[in-house]
């Protein structure tokens, strides 16, 4: 672009001007863009003053826009003119001190998502999530901005969160439901018309942090869910060895908020037009239950993602997966039995080693972190009671990157590499499975071409953790909408939303998806994480209860006639900001009381560290962030129980 100097710049002009024998030049630029007729054309040349930003862009503009001359006067102290009927794209201007022109609401947005996209993964940094070490200062105070933001939200939650807890204490049972031994009941107000009914799909991140936040005076909410809890998944793998026990990362979606309604069944259609979903209660064994309709002001779509094979055969009826509590009891039922069958006096040499290969396809925090858990296991607890075994267990990651851990920094991804190598796990990157049997996998290497052989790698038990894909619900939405289907590229794909997260092509914005089933259109893909989706129910959740007006065009706004509390409450904001995501880290255990930790402030990196450091603060983190002092309370006891008494070994 062109770059007018600056009063730094103007020592370097002025002695180019006298290298150049005092002549200045002066720029004429052509008009980029045609002025359209609604626009009153200049009627004289405008004089830009220096030290102005006029355009900026990476690559070289097209031709035509800017003159190859425009090069030349970087750092000179110029007058630009422009020709009557010039018009420079409003999108070029760029924000600076005394500038040309603020930008508007869709320059800043677009400001914030390019932001996002350079900081992940960039190359220089060598980080991704947390940015680089140096950032603009004003990224730094767009960072604290949403920070102080999201203080003043949690506040404004906790308050509402005790608040209406009170009356439902207080409240004493009927007569009625005390003759049948029945606990007090909540306050029901149906006879308010005007509160919204709200149907929420789920009990995932996203959903427990809608109904944990939502405010039940003006929303009447029903969750509608296959299972009526919610899993703390970041410990899904410890649970899967015994670490920590299932119902101790298990809390009942009504215990986070007591007034809303559940339904146990599985949502089958939905049907934007009548605005009601057809839901089938659960059935066990072989029973069957018929079908319902549930009428909707608001749908929230927060089912998230199940396990994708990738066209590779064989996965879905030979591996394990990890992703709900039934997969982490079923693998840790797997691995005791792989190690009762190796202990027969029956059993060969070879079907010992191979009962005893476990393998893990996946290089992300899932597979590390089982990775780590099953070391840990191995070590500390099987070895006790069969030591003759040890020798001949074997773990292998599989994973199809360069590099594992590939959302952390370079420096902690090698931390983590020879942290599982000196644990004797065999890490397989550039690899890819080609095909799963119920004995064996066939592993491929990559970046070889077609020279690369594949490898036959015997195994008792192999994980699953290199993929996801939609559920059926959401490619039923998909379906119905044509601008969903111009927008995916494919048959399957995310649910599509705006900026505050309304599903494109609903035009009367009733139905909101959040959290991995969803992606912002136009915009680059946020990680499919739990800290994503928190934090979308907790904004779809004030979106709510601050009542704006979700039919609106554009921004969600407030009614006029809103009153004052529910101005205070929405901060003076008559529109609705965006969602943006305030990104604070990751983290990540390795086995042997290690991890890989990093810190960060939207894109403003904090700090990083592997090793016991991190493992403190890993425990630190997921202590305080389970979802109940009961659930903190039961981690904890499980922590020491399996430290000092190890892990529990029964197989039933």
Known sequence: ???????????????????????????????????????????????????????????????????????????????????????????????SPGGLSRPGRSQVGGRRWRRFRQTRGSPSSGRRGCGASRLPRHALVDDLALASEEVLNTIEDAALHVGRLGPWLRQPPSAQDAAQGVAAAPPSPDARPERRRVVVLGTGWAAHATAKVVDMETNDVLIVSPRNYFVFTPMLAAASVGTVEYRSILEHIRSANPILRFYQGACEDIDVDKHQITVRPVARGDQTQKPFAIPYDVLVVAVGLRPSARGVPGVYEHCLFLKGIEDARRLRTRVTECFERADLPNTSDGERRRLLTFVVVGGGPTGCELCGELSDFLQNDLRRFYPRLEPLVRIFLVHRGRTILPSFGQDLQRAAFETLTGQGIKIMTSSQVSSVAADAVVIKPLGQGAGGEETTLSCGLCVWSAGQRSQDIADNLRQQIP?????????????????????????????????????????????????????????????????????APGPPTLPPEAETMRLVRARWQTEAPAFSFLDLGRLAYLGEDKAVAEVSLGNTAVSSAAGLAAFLLWRSVYVVKQVSLRNRVLVLFDWVKSKVFGRDLTRF
């Open 1 to 95: 672009g062109l770059k007018l100097s600056s009063s730094r710049g103007r020592c370097r002009a002025d002695r180019r001007k006298a290298q150049m024998g005092g002549a200045m030049p002066s720029l004429v630029l052509p008009p980029p863009v045609a002025l359209p007729s609604t626009v009153r054309p200049a009627q004289a040349p405008v004089a830009l003053p220096a030290g102005r930003t006029v355009a900026r862009g990476r690559s070289s503009p097209p031709a035509g826009q800017l003159p190859p001359a425009a090069s030349l006067a970087r750092g000179l102290e110029a007058t630009v003119v422009l020709a009557a009927g010039a018009l420079l794209p409003r999108a070029a201007l760029r924000r």
């Open 483 to 551: 601008e969903q289907q111009e927008l995916s590229e494919g048959a399957a794909g995310p649910v599509f939303v705006d900026e505050w997260l309304r599903v494109k092509g609903v035009p009367d914005g009733s139905v909101i998806a959040l959290g991995d089933c969803a992606a912002i259109a136009g915009a680059p893909a946020l990680p499919q994480t739990a800290q994503v989706a928190a934090q979308q129910g907790a904004f779809v959740a004030r979106l709510l209860n601050r009542r704006y007006d979700l039919t």
